[in-house]
């Protein structure tokens, strides 16, 4: 596992502020993404870097996030990312994080996301964890909005 991988840190903590299970627009944002979450997770898949060199995966989720409006910041060595949502003085955070690398497995799936790298694949599934991080971001996103 990567010692350095996707840092999501949303601000203020907005359990405490709105009625989230009374809330269906967070369930709605959710099941409009589907397809593109579907897509965010097979196009990792079909491109993995291993641990210490996912510097294209995090390439791809910035520009993932950028054009959904969501700035965001490189981390350490220029892998990984972080995202912050909400009221920049915000003294409470919650933070949602993501594995980013591969492991050094060949893929033997036959399906067309299989991976396009020898001896790497997402077998781990931080392919679908990311795109599970990017799927709340963008709701999160639209909720703050609201």
């Given at each position: 596992?990567s010692?350095?991988?996707?840092?999501?840190?949303l601000?203020?903590?907005?359990?405490?502020?709105?009625?989230?299970?009374?809330?269906?627009?967070?369930?709605?944002?959710?099941?409009?993404?589907?397809p593109?979450?579907?897509?965010?997770?097979?196009?990792?898949?079909?491109?993995?870097?291993?641990?210490?060199?996912?510097?294209?995966?995090?390439?791809?989720?910035?520009?993932?996030?950028?054009?959904?409006?969501?700035?965001?910041?490189?981390?350490?060595?220029?892998?990984?990312?972080?995202?912050?949502?909400?009221?920049?003085?915000?003294?409470?955070?919650?933070?949602?994080?993501?594995?980013?690398?591969?492991?050094?497995?060949?893929?033997?799936?036959?399906?067309?996301?299989?991976?396009?790298?020898?001896?790497?694949?997402?077998?781990?599934?931080?392919?679908?964890?990311?795109?599970?991080?990017?799927?709340?971001?963008?709701?999160?996103?639209?909720?703050?909005?609201?």
């Amino acid at each position: 596992m990567s010692p350095v991988t996707t840092r999501l840190n949303l601000s203020p903590i907005f359990l405490l502020r709105k009625n989230w299970m009374s809330d269906h627009s967070i369930c709605e944002s959710v099941n409009e993404l589907g397809p593109r979450l579907i897509e965010i997770r097979r196009s990792m898949h079909r491109n993995p870097e291993l641990s210490g060199r996912e510097f294209e995966t995090t390439r791809y989720l910035a520009n993932q996030l950028q054009a959904a409006g969501i700035p965001c910041r490189l981390g350490p060595e220029k892998r990984g990312l972080v995202v912050d949502l909400g009221s920049p003085g915000a003294t409470r955070r919650l933070a949602l994080r993501a594995d980013i690398d591969a492991v050094p497995v060949r893929d033997a799936k036959q399906v067309d996301y299989r991976s396009q790298v020898e001896n790497a694949t997402h077998a781990c599934g931080h392919d679908a964890h990311s795109a599970m991080v990017f799927g709340a971001l963008i709701s999160l996103q639209k909720w703050f909005q609201d």
